[in-house]
């Protein structure tokens, strides 16, 4: 059916072309496709070589429509896919002779195809099989081909395979891997009846670079590359949209359920976030939902072993000694680690329980140990700590700004997206001691030595003041401290700042001008900048640099933190910190300590309690007694683990709730199986804001149960009446006491989320301080390079060890340890420079010690100039090195996050 223009059209200057004779409106820069689309509906016209996240490309010419234009003669056949809309043109999508060339076109792909529909795993799912049903092909008229391409299939990779005799040469996974990953590993090789896809140069999908996205299996029509899981096999299951358990992107997740069972899962094209893309970790590594290490049952310690016990056991023994613990010491010697992989209601309700029922706001979480100083730094400068603009911004700005962030190993989907912009010729800037795989997409690289972001930071403001590019009405009219901020960034002795960072004063004056000089320029920074011990004073001055040049509150710009974990800035939101409550409501202001009071029906502190560094420092003074810790490994992931794990052994009291068996779960007095993100229900908020839908997909494994659940049950049980959980119920209270979530309701919500904050009527916000800032004016703020106490161990651990991620695990490699991931890195390596690593006597893959004033680790050596002579990195996703048994005590000096980014260590061969 046929949406028509107006009859008035002429009247009111719409632009119109005709469908069949029928006049629609025309919209500037479409194809003729996307306008029979509109007006039609998505099926109107077949497609084979067609995608929602690709480009128009043209080679299956299944599309065909016949086109008159006007004053241009008779009628002409082209593709529609590819063909823009004209005003006045008339189309007809299915004339006789475009039915008939549709059905030829199918006819000769046919003929060079394996007709083993009813044994393929996507029969009943594949398009090729709907298009010619739907073009009427009954039988195939040409001689039967001999298919030309080898039929042994790839089974060579963990999780990708592939059939290349199912190929059609539509290129769909060339362009999917071009254009979405930016992977460039697919290619055709030969000519003409010899074409074919190749991987990498001709290898299998394991030898080649492939990073197992998927991108290239979802865009097949047919079954030529596919996945171990047949992610396109049988429509008819059912299917569950969620969203991913990893990084902050936040990608949207379309999974299919067989039974209780996941049986794979697809990224949704209409996906606001991730449009159809994700990478290996959200698509594949799911498995360990139903990996027989789960915990499925509580456990308590007796005797020095674990054993297992009823819920109510559990509940009863962890009431008993808390109730306890608080009677004979007070409620500040207990305390509450919450997770950033638990949902917003979730993390409401584990600060809630530490504040209302226990009475402290000894509560923190994994935001401390990453990005903790973005926060203050954001709420200083701009009044909010979160990120200014949308990730969709990036199709809008002239330049960007990476610094202390691995965005194609860590954020994967936003990476892909940077790097396609840069291709297509957008300026970058990178600021990082690696080159990481976007820093080679770079136009300035800045590679500096780590510990030194302060430093090059006010290098480039210098540049921009002395050359007269900063923003003046803007500077004028929205920021404060400027004239004083002015005087300290010229009077900045250019020459120390140059040798203390090792990077020349030309290239930070290039990389400068290029920020400064770009229509709309966005920065993104990660925990290169935060795990610092001036990590808050970074993020302060890329606050700076924004404002200077006026790049905050408008389309395509903006300062934006890549956030490491899927809901580290909803952990935040929900009042996981010592000093802030729900809403970052301030816990030492009275009228806030009344406002929680009365909300909560119970006094509350007024006093700031301890973060995670001060839990373990009073752990081993005898001033905090119990902890309950969900969902962090912080005896792997935290810095100077031996230092943790004293702190553990001194509590009398430890709870610990956890999927796995876990290096923390080892020390707790009570285990409680918690539930995955595929077993509950919530929110997660993205780096971006957007408050997303997790809907249960399957139920929990045994007897684990949500950790809302579990926490309503303990706050019940230590008598403070709180309601059932479910998702809803939760939101409703939360936008009752958080101003940001006034207008978010669970129901309203839909497949895409709202962006906080959002007004009681409903309304998003997609760009934050348009008009003013949260604090009024934007903050100027300088701060002058000052070197970590770390390096006064130079003389005798004259390397710095930095600390990264890999794209295949995440964090402490709990989850993906336990899937398919494993078989693809297999271990954490050492990346040594060869000058050091010729001067050391050692050689690719040799075992190194390396070791520091806390203690040391075996490693792999890996031989590299990806990272600088005198400086090593390494990742800690595996617990049989527990890399953090040498990283350091140092902290940044406003937010306590601990420094993994600056390590003074030796290595021994």
């Not at 059916?1 to 479409?30: F, H, L, N």
């Not at 992107?249 to 209409?270: E, H, R």
């Not at 802030?580 to 029906?601: C, H, I, S, W």
């Not at 390096?791 to 794209?807: C, K, M, Q, S």
């Amino acid at each position: 059916m046929i949406a028509a223009a107006p009859k008035s059209e002429k009247s009111t200057a719409t632009r119109v072309a005709y469908i069949d004779g029928t006049a629609c409106e025309v919209r500037p820069g479409e194809t003729i496709l996307a306008f029979l689309k509109r007006h039609m509906g998505e099926d109107c016209v077949p497609t084979l070589c067609d995608a929602p996240n690709l480009e128009p490309f043209g080679a299956c010419r299944v599309c065909s429509v016949e086109v008159a234009r006007p004053g241009n003669g008779g009628l002409k056949t082209v593709a529609s896919c590819h063909t823009p809309i004209e005003e006045g043109m008339m189309i007809y999508p299915d004339s006789e002779s475009v039915q008939k060339l549709r059905r030829n076109i199918i006819e000769l792909v046919l003929t060079d195809h394996p007709l083993d529909c009813l044994t393929c795993e996507v029969n009943g799912n594949c398009e090729l099989q709907d298009v010619a049903a739907r073009v009427g092909i009954r039988k195939v008229r040409y001689p039967e081909g001999k298919n030309h391409l080898d039929r042994t299939k790839d089974l060579s990779h963990p999780y990708m395979t592939s059939d290349l005799s199912k190929c059609i040469m539509c290129y769909r996974c060339v362009r999917a891997c071009d254009e979405v990953q930016g992977q460039f590993v697919l290619s055709v090789a030969g000519r003409g009846f010899d074409s074919a896809i190749i991987k990498g140069v001709n290898e299998s999908f394991f030898e080649s670079d492939c990073v197992s996205c998927g991108a290239c299996a979802q865009a097949c029509p047919t079954s030529a590359i596919s996945d171990i899981y047949q992610s396109k096999s049988i429509s008819s299951q059912k299917e569950v949209r969620t969203v991913c358990t990893y990084c902050g992107v936040g990608c949207n997740l379309a999974v299919k359920v067989t039974g209780n069972k996941v049986a794979s899962i697809q990224a949704p094209y209409d996906a606001e976030v991730n449009s159809g893309h994700t990478c290996l970790k959200g698509r594949y590594a799911f498995a360990f939902y139903k990996h027989p290490d789960r915990l499925q049952h509580p456990l308590i310690r007796r005797n020095g072993r674990f054993e297992r016990a009823s819920w109510e056991e559990a509940y009863d023994y962890i009431a008993e000694k808390l109730t306890q613990i608080r009677e004979e010491n007070g409620p500040d010697f207990i305390a509450g680690i919450s997770s950033a992989r638990c949902t917003n209601e979730e993390n409401y309700l584990m600060q809630k329980f530490i504040r209302a029922v226990i009475g402290t706001n000894n509560i923190d979480g994994c935001a401390r140990v990453c990005h903790s100083p973005t926060a203050i730094g954001m709420q200083r400068t701009f009044g909010t700590g979160a990120a200014t603009n949308s990730i969709a911004d990036l199709k809008l700005t002239s330049a960007m700004l990476v610094v202390g962030a691995n965005p194609t190993e860590a954020h994967p989907v936003t990476g892909a997206k940077i790097k396609q912009q840069a291709m297509k010729g957008k300026t970058l800037i990178v600021l990082d001691p690696r080159k990481t795989e976007i820093a080679r997409y770079a136009d300035h690289h800045l590679q500096l030595r780590p510990g030194t972001n302060v430093a090059v930071l006010n290098m480039m403001m210098y540049y921009i003041l002395k050359e007269g590019l900063e923003d003046a009405g803007f500077i004028a009219d929205r920021t404060e401290g400027y004239e004083e901020f002015r005087s300290n960034i010229l009077n900045l002795n250019i020459d120390e700042l140059e040798a203390v960072s090792g990077v020349p004063r030309e290239e930070a004056r290039q990389a400068a001008i290029a920020y400064a000089k770009a229509p709309a320029a966005m920065s993104f920074h990660g925990l290169g900048v935060t795990e610092h011990y001036q990590g808050t004073y970074a993020v302060m001055l890329i606050a700076d640099l924004a404002m200077i040049t006026g790049n905050v509150g408008k389309p395509g710009c903006g300062v934006n933190p890549l956030r490491g974990q899927n809901n580290v800035q909803g952990m935040a939101d929900m009042g996981v910190q010592p000093y802030q409550g729900a809403g970052y409501l301030d816990v030492t202001n009275p009228e806030m300590v009344r406002k929680f009071a009365d909300f909560y029906g119970r006094p509350v502190s007024d006093k700031i309690g301890y973060t995670i560094p001060e839990m373990y420092d009073s752990a081993l003074t005898g001033k905090l007694k119990a902890m309950w810790i969900i969902g962090e490994d912080v005896v792997q992931s935290d810095p100077n683990s031996q230092k943790v794990i004293r702190a553990l052994e001194a509590l009398d009291f430890l709870v610990v709730q956890e999927l796995f068996m876990t290096e923390t779960s080892k020390y707790a007095d009570v285990i409680l199986p918690g539930a995955s993100f595929l077993e509950k229900e919530g929110t997660f908020t993205n780096g971006e804001r957007r408050v997303q839908r997790v809907n249960r997909v399957v139920e929990p494994i045994g007897e684990s149960k949500p950790d809302g659940q579990i926490l309503v049950e303990i706050m019940n049980r230590m008598g403070y009446p709180q309601q059932p959980y479910t998702a809803k119920g939760m939101l409703e209270e939360i936008s009752a006491i958080v101003p940001f979530f006034a207008g978010i309701r669970w129901d309203e919500l839909g497949e895409q989320g709202k962006q906080w904050p959002v007004t009681p009527e409903g309304v998003d916000t997609k760009i934050l301080h348009t008009e003013t800032f949260k604090r009024g004016k934007g903050r100027l703020v300088f701060r002058d390079f000052t070197e970590t106490p770390e390096l006064d161990h130079a003389g005798e651990y004259p390397f710095i060890l930095t600390t990264n991620r890999v794209l295949e695990h995440y964090n402490s490699g709990t989850m993906t340890r336990r899937t398919n991931n494993a078989r693809i890195v297999t271990e954490d390596l050492l990346l040594i420079n060869p000058e050091d690593a010729r001067k050391n006597g050692i050689r690719e893959g040799e075992m190194v010690r390396l070791v520091s004033p806390r203690g040391e680790v075996p490693s792999k050596a890996h031989i590299t100039d990806e990272v600088k002579p005198g400086i090593l990195s390494t990742t800690f996703h595996f617990p049989e090195l527990m890399v953090n048994n040498v990283t350091s005590d140092i902290h940044d000096t406003e937010a306590n996050c601990p420094e993994y980014k600056v390590v003074s260590v030796r290595i021994e061969k």
